[in-house]
């Protein structure tokens, strides 16, 4: 049974009871990135983060950063409107540098996989306490900027992750294309992508983005996929103002100017409106498929086997998803129905009141011209009376006339 009750009962406070309460936890997310070597991935993770924490001691000289030889989590704290962030950044050591290049994802797919056990471990405890979730909700992938295309290893080694990791492709040192030879190599790329079925992180999944403003934005960044990005660890001075950019010969780029190139848009997309649906994403569907895989002990050491496996816990899955993507459309298509009736409604309303204003309008009109009709005709009366008394009296306008005899 289901009533619509119309009073006071109170719930309307839930948001703020549901913000205070992300408030005092904070947030944690996970971000990593993963590509051949010397493409500026440390650069760019320095890039988005830690430069905005060293922002007071500003970097004159571009700062050498080592070559990634392992996997290195760095754990950084943000606050902002007293709000806590915990961001763990995840620099893997590029790949491609040897001769024989096959399973190089080994140690990536390793460490993501530990993450989501460690994270199963602690919530399958009798005993729970809060704990750390290190899952990797976030990879991005560095395109070498050849402009050829992807690579075989590209297109393996993003196959392989595509499954377990939210993937955002990117295009890395974008400062060796002009703008028009970017937007072609971008074509490229997504041809590419469609080409091999690879699945990279859905911009549209269960927006959290309502008005049209956030919607026309994320349209944006689906234009500007795969991002085209530059990383740069050095401030340089331009009219008096400190800016992160690179400095060449012809002039100087602003890397966080969107038209020299999508490092903004893709800091936005991390922090400001990605993030909560990137974690979402990873718990209700890419992590949810490793714990059912695990439940129905499936699950191969790297579960990189897994693709070919069609497993009942796969199906389970699909059937699951499309389930809630059923009763989402289902709920839309009742939504846009209830609006449409209701809009039918007060249209109708409208017309009817329209319709007894003009009924009011036209009974008022119809009296007063009964009421002229009546004026008039009794006019006509009175005129006829006295034209007929002067001719029976011979008089016109009063004046006596006198009648000439035809004899
Ligand atoms: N032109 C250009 N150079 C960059 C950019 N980002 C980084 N570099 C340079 O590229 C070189 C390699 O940068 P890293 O950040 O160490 O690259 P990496 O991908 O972490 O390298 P590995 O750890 O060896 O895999 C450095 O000299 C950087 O200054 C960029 O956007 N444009
Ligand atoms: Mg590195």
């Not at 007071?56 to 606050?79: D, G, Y």
Request: glycine letters at 6%; hydrophobic letters at 35%; charged letters at 25%.
């Amino acid at each position: 049974m289901e009533k619509v009750l119309s009073g006071y009962v109170g719930f309307g406070n839930l948001p703020s009871q549901v913000y205070k309460k992300s408030v005092s936890n904070g947030f944690e997310f996970t971000l990593m990135v993963v590509g051949a070597s010397g493409l500026g991935k440390s650069t760019l993770i320095n890039s988005l983060f830690l430069s905005d924490i060293y922002s007071e001691l500003p970097q004159i000289n571009e700062v050498n950063i080592p070559k990634t030889t392992t996997i290195e989590s760095t754990r950084v704290h943000i606050v902002e409107n007293e709000i806590n962030l915990t961001l763990n950044l995840v620099d893997t050591p590029g790949f491609a540098d040897c001769i024989d290049n096959s399973n190089c994802w080994e140690p990536i797919l390793s460490y993501i996989h530990d993450m989501y056990e460690d994270y199963f471990e602690n919530e399958s405890k009798v005993h729970r306490t809060l704990f750390e979730d290190r899952r990797v909700h976030c990879c991005l992938y560095f395109i070498s900027p050849n402009g050829r295309g992807l690579k075989d290893l590209d297109i393996t080694f993003m196959k392989v992750l595509h499954d377990k990791v939210n993937l955002i492709p990117i295009i890395a040192k974008a400062d060796t294309f002009s703008y028009d030879e970017l937007v072609r190599y971008k074509r490229l790329l997504l041809q590419d992508i469609r080409a091999n079925s690879i699945k990279i992180y859905d911009f549209s999944y269960k927006c959290t983005l309502i008005d049209d403003k956030d919607i026309s934005l994320n349209n944006k960044f689906i234009e500007r996929l795969p991002f085209g990005v530059v990383g740069s660890n050095r401030v340089i001075e331009v009219d008096g103002k400190l800016i992160h950019g690179r400095e060449y010969p012809w002039g100087i780029i602003d890397i966080n100017n969107i038209e020299h190139c999508d490092f903004s848009l893709l800091k936005d997309v991390l922090i400001r409106y990605h993030m909560q649906n990137l974690k979402d994403l990873i718990h209700t569907k890419l992590y949810e498929r490793f714990r059912a895989h695990k439940l129905d002990g499936n699950l191969s050491p790297l579960y990189g086997s897994m693709d070919n496996t069609e497993c009942s816990a796969d199906l389970r899955i699909q059937e699951d998803e499309l389930e809630a993507e059923y009763r989402v459309r289902y709920s839309n298509l009742l939504n846009r129905h209830n609006i449409y009736i209701n809009d039918l409604k007060t249209n109708m309303n409208e017309f009817d009141s329209d319709l007894k204003l003009q009924q009011q309008n036209f009974d008022l009109q119809q009296v007063e011209y009964i009421e002229e009709k009546r004026t008039f005709e009794e006019d006509h009366v009175n005129f006829v009376i006295s034209v007929t008394d002067t001719g029976r009296s011979g008089s016109i306008g009063g004046k006596r006339v006198a009648k000439k005899s035809k004899h």
